[in-house]
């Protein structure tokens, strides 16, 4: 069971929806990741949300003129993001078992994104698979970016995964790091409780299912 799951129990769609539009109300800038986002890729570029929740990134992005799908293992995030915004593609799946061939989506994304601490609310043992998982769903020369905490300041879960063990995973799933943050706003990173990393997919790399990124 990943981290989520235990603290939620896959049933706060409706209230997470409820906290950010109540911050929106409050003049609060909802929409720093998908501005980040934005300023990787241009408009009209494949993006995929990967622990989407409610779809709040990919939405903006949507409305931004980006081609998103939103993909989350919490059916009362889903629910939400299908009634916000029904003509995007919203799909229910574990990272850790995600398989775009499955769900007959092209793994040809320019930028895969997971903000929201999704990395670090993963079921511990599997942030490995995951990040191999999303790097197997970008095309050559694809980004992932992804932006979690690192103390208990930033997470509402005991930390867990470190920027060294994340670099790891991506090296080994032929992923080159661009970028590294503190913020959303791209403020410099400098050792913080929080980080935005941005991961590069190799030009040769193959992710041992038959693609060889061509």
Partial sequence: MNRWTELTGDTSGED???RFAALARSGKDMHGEARFCAALVPAGALVLDAGCGTGRVAIRLAELGYDCTGV???ASMLAVARKQAPELPWFR???AAFDPAALS???EFD????AGNVMALLAPGTEATVVARLAGALRPGGLLVAGFGLDAAHLPVPPGLTLAEYDAHCAAA???PVDRFATWDAAPYDGGGYAVS????GEGWSDGRGRDGR
């Avoid at 930028?111 to 997971?114: G, K, M, Q, T």
């Avoid at 941005?198 to 997919?201: E, I, L």
Wanted: glycine share 4%.
């Fill in 72 to 74: 989350d293992v919490d």
């Fill in 111 to 114: 930028l895969v994104v997971a």
């Fill in 105 to 107: 989506v092209e793994p």
């Fill in 93 to 95: 799946a574990d990272l």
């Fill in 174 to 176: 032929g992923l080159t």
């Fill in 198 to 201: 941005v991961h590069r997919r």
């Fill in 16 to 18: 997470y929806a409820a």
